[in-house]
């Protein structure tokens, strides 16, 4: 029973391991600078700090209006750490 049951457990090991590997792998496309440029016309993605290449700030989405913009309240809150990395910037679409 024990020599069937170690090459089992070493051969679980070896595919759960590879598995993992390939899974970290895994990479969301990078922001380019055309999608930058053209975020304007994109209401799904909010690419940089004011949604647009012009930094306009604004929204296309209309689900908060000027009708039920008052029942809005927190949601959550956390700390950020202060620190100054930056990130490399991602999209959701896969």
């Given at each position: 029973m024990k020599k069937i049951t170690l090459p089992v457990i070493a051969l679980a090991s070896i595919a759960l391991t590879g598995w993992f590997a390939s899974a970290q792998q895994t990479r969301k496309p990078?922001?380019?600078?055309?999608?930058?440029?053209?975020?304007?016309?994109?209401?799904?993605?909010?690419?940089?700090?004011?949604?647009?290449?012009?930094?306009?700030?604004?929204?296309?989405?209309?689900?908060?209006?000027?009708?039920?913009?008052?029942?809005?309240?927190?949601?959550?809150?956390g700390e950020t750490t202060g620190s100054s990395d930056s990130a490399e910037l991602r999209d959701n679409s896969t």
């Open positions: 990078v922001v380019t600078a055309d999608a930058l440029i053209n975020a304007a016309g994109n209401g799904a993605e909010w690419l940089s700090y004011g949604h647009d290449y012009a930094e306009t700030h604004f929204s296309p989405l209309a689900e908060i209006n000027a009708k039920n913009v008052k029942r809005l309240s927190l949601a959550w809150s």
